[in-house]
């Protein structure tokens, strides 16, 4: 399983944003939704085998918001941002003032967070790893059973708290190239590299 969980620092996670300004007014909503739609989508189909977690961070508890997206069971899906970010809107408003996680839409669940408390579960997933400019190659991480569970950030820096708990977790730092990329193109080269060492293993003798 691929699994990406995306710190959002800036969207509002009560949904207030226009789809038209979401580089601006919208806390660079228009990263976030690519950065998802890379997750998922393929040339006529999509990922089956990931799953993704957005924490919208912008406000704290218990306005603060959890989404997320099951590869498995996704519908509605599209390559481009604002449709993307209309779905992420739509399950952000639908979600405000509601005490418990729903879902939105097929494959899409919205809920309430504690957005350090969800860092630190997450941080225990097998196969966890810290994607920062500052890591090692990922070409030289070997992946315990298939598994990865990479924590990325929107084009905002984590925050000391969210760094301090990374750093503490001991989990590996992984780099995917010596130039800073935008969050959307780090998961395409993150699936790239999976993706060959699977076609690898799948052509290897025996």
Do not use: C
């Not at 977690?53 to 481009?80: C, H, K, M, Q």
């Not at 919205?110 to 890591?135: D, F, I, N, Q, S």
């Not at 298939?146 to 301090?164: F, H, K, L, N, R």
């Amino acid at each position: 399983m691929r699994r990406f969980l995306l710190l959002a620092h800036r969207v509002p996670p009560s949904g207030a944003f226009t789809l038209n300004d979401l580089a601006g007014g919208a806390g660079r909503m228009d990263e976030v939704a690519r950065a998802v739609s890379t997750a998922f989508t393929l040339s006529n189909d999509l990922r089956r085998d990931t799953e993704m977690t957005v924490l919208f961070v912008a406000e704290p508890p218990p306005r603060a918001r959890r989404i997320s997206l099951f590869g498995a069971r996704l519908r509605y899906l599209n390559p481009d941002e604002r449709s993307t970010a209309a779905l992420l809107k739509n399950a952000l408003v639908r979600s405000a003032g509601f005490p418990h996680e729903f879902e939105s839409s097929p494959g899409l669940t919205v809920a309430p967070t504690e957005p350090m408390a969800e860092l630190a579960e997450y941080l225990r997933r097998p196969g966890a790893v810290w994607l920062t400019e500052a890591g090692a190659p990922i070409t030289s991480w070997s992946v315990a059973g298939g598994e990865i569970a990479a924590v990325v950030s929107d084009p905002y820096d984590p925050s000391p708290e969210e760094t301090a708990l990374l750093a503490a977790s001991g989990i590996p730092r992984l780099s995917v190239g010596p130039r800073s990329l935008r969050t959307s193109q780090v998961i395409d080269v993150v699936h790239r590299e999976l993706d060959l060492r699977e076609a690898s293993a799948a052509s290897a003798p025996g």
